[in-house]
T-cell receptor
Framework: DGGITQSPKYLFRKEGQNVTLSCEQN?????MYWYRQDPGQGLRLIYY???????QKGDIAEGYSVSREKKESFPLTVTSAQKNPTAFYLC???????????FGSGTRLTVV | AQTVTQSQPEMSVQEAETVTLSCTYD???????LFWYKQPPSRQMILVIR??????QNATENRFSVNFQKAAKSFSLKISDSQLGDTAMYFC?????????????FGIGTKLQVIP
């Protein structure tokens, strides 16, 4: 079955540490997205990529970085510059924005 | 900038009953998409239903239907014959209809509890 796989499901980060969240899709979608979800807030866009080797900052890109070397993969690195990284992170893809997103199952990141 | 407002933080409904979740949005655009997404306790977001603004007919997907009032900028979701599996957060979302990438704006969600 086609879909988006996010790993790990839970991730713990120590202060000053960089961590990478994985997002892989086998839907053959060109566009991929990273969103952050905090309680009481809607989803906020971190980065998006419409095509391989190209990506753009979203609304809250500071402290995050991404790469898009393959169509199937769009990993997100949460750097030590992100001061409040504890949140739920969702990866999504779309073949046509008008058709809506397909989401992964998310990664819960906690700073310890 | 577009805004999406979901004014009901939490709602509950008896199993087999009907419930309506409200969503209003603010835009100066005339052509756009509207979406409802469901996030169950597993936390994977799932697209429930979508509506293109230029279509006057309200979208329907099985037990889910919308009441799209373009002039009032309202996009409510009606769930008929509610089931326990409908328990979830529901997010309304807006996107302009234009070429290239367009930002999707999400509301803050409505938590729906279906009571046996």
């Amino acid at each position: 079955d086609g879909g988006i796989t996010q790993s790990p499901k839970y991730l713990f980060r120590k202060e000053g540490q960089n961590v990478t969240l994985s997002c892989e899709q086998n839907l053959n979608h060109d566009a991929m997205y990273w969103y952050r979800q905090d309680p009481g807030q809607g989803l906020r866009l971190i980065y998006y990529s419409q095509i391989v080797n190209d990506f753009q900052k979203g609304d809250i890109a500071e402290g995050y970085s991404v790469s898009r070397e393959k169509k199937e993969s769009f990993p997100l690195t949460v750097t030590s510059a992100q001061k409040n990284p504890t949140a739920f992170y969702l990866c999504a893809s779309s073949i046509d924005l008008g058709a809506g997103y397909t989401f992964g199952s998310g990664t819960r990141l906690t700073v310890v | 900038a577009q805004t999406v407002t979901q004014s009901q933080p939490e709602m509950s409904v008896q199993e087999a009953e009907t419930v309506t979740l409200s969503c209003t949005y603010d835009t100066s655009e005339s052509n756009y998409y509207l979406f409802w997404y469901k996030q169950p306790p597993s936390r994977q977001m799932i697209l429930v239903i979508r509506q293109e603004a230029y279509k006057q007919q309200n979208a329907t997907e099985n037990r889910f239907s919308v009441n799209f009032q373009k002039a009032a900028k309202s996009f409510s979701l009606k769930i008929s014959d509610s089931q326990l599996g409908d328990t979830a957060m529901y997010f309304c979302a807006f996107m302009k209809h234009s070429g290239g990438y367009q930002k999707v704006t999400f509301g803050i969600g409505t938590k729906l509890q279906v009571i046996p």
